[in-house]
């Protein structure tokens, strides 16, 4: 650690850090899932010391946490970890920025497939109707 007054355990600036998103009025949504993502890290390296938030321990993480979730997940987890480690950086907890050099993973892009000539003109034929709503849809 490298200021005397901050955090001294990982969950003392777990908390800081959740603090500093409630103060920044982030959705619940986002607290909670940070909040998720920084206690699994902590049941994960199984220490609540600071100097355990290496680089090498936060891709093992991510590994290790991308054999059980979907890669956009993921990809959520690194964000969460890579702002968190920031935050420490940035306010003189941590030495360095452990996540600098993690990459984000990088999941497939969800080709979604186009409808076919039949099934557009079944779609548009199934609304009947002669209100000028009904016409209207028929025709975009």
Do not use: W
């Amino acid at each position: 650690m490298v200021s005397g007054g901050g955090p001294r355990t990982l969950a003392d600036a777990a908390e800081s850090y959740l603090t500093n998103c409630r103060r920044r009025r982030l959705s619940p949504q986002a607290i909670a899932l940070i909040s998720y993502v920084l206690c699994s890290l902590q049941d994960y390296l199984h220490s609540d010391n600071l100097e355990d938030l290496t680089t090498a321990e936060l891709r093992k993480f991510l590994l290790h946490r991308m054999s059980e979730i979907s890669a956009s997940s993921a990809a959520r987890y690194h964000t969460a970890l890579s702002t968190f480690a920031k935050f420490l950086h940035e306010e003189g907890f941590l030495p360095e920025n452990p996540t600098r050099s993690v990459s984000k993973p990088q999941f497939p892009q969800v080709v979604i497939k186009h409808l076919s000539q039949d099934q557009l003109e079944a779609m548009v034929t199934a609304r009947g109707g002669s209100s000028f709503v009904d016409v209207r849809d028929r025709l975009v």
